[in-house]
């Protein structure tokens, strides 16, 4: 029962309508769960439609939803928290790269090494030389 009544009250919290000029996109009660859910399993597998589930609404309309709250597509949140984590984990560990890349759901060692240097433009090497010389001092 509790869970019931917990996906009516997300239900009706989740979106703001466009009434009268306000634009459309999650509550913002809505965006601190979605936010607290990536950051809590971004490391594990992770749906557009599992976090519509959870508002209760289509998976189509929570990336609509999403992309006009967070100003990016859920895909492109999560490969931020995913490359963010990459480079921790290159600077503070000695992890292997293709361990970092399993870890984080890239498909290879090679996967991440591009994003890195799209996104980044660094290689996992220069943001390891990076870490290891911060030690140092």
């Not at 890239?106 to 433009?121: D, P, V």
Request: proline residues 5%.
């Amino acid at each position: 029962m509790h869970l019931v009544l917990t996906n009516v009250v997300i239900r009706n919290a989740v979106m703001a309508y466009d009434t009268g000029g306000v634009q459309p996109g999650l509550s913002p009660y809505a965006c601190r769960q979605i936010e607290a859910y990536l950051q809590e399993n971004f490391r594990g597998p992770v749906s557009v439609p599992d976090m519509a589930a959870m508002l209760g609404i289509s998976a189509g309309h929570f990336a609509t939803c999403f992309r006009e709250s967070f100003g990016q597509t859920p895909h492109r949140y999560l490969l931020k928290l995913w490359l963010d984590e990459a480079e921790r984990c290159l600077r503070e560990t000695d992890m292997p790269i293709s361990e970092i890349a399993a870890r984080l759901n890239f498909s290879s060692q090679s996967h991440l090494t591009t994003a890195l240097r799209k996104y980044r433009r660094l290689t996992p090497g220069k943001i390891r030389q990076a870490g290891a010389s911060r030690s140092r001092y």
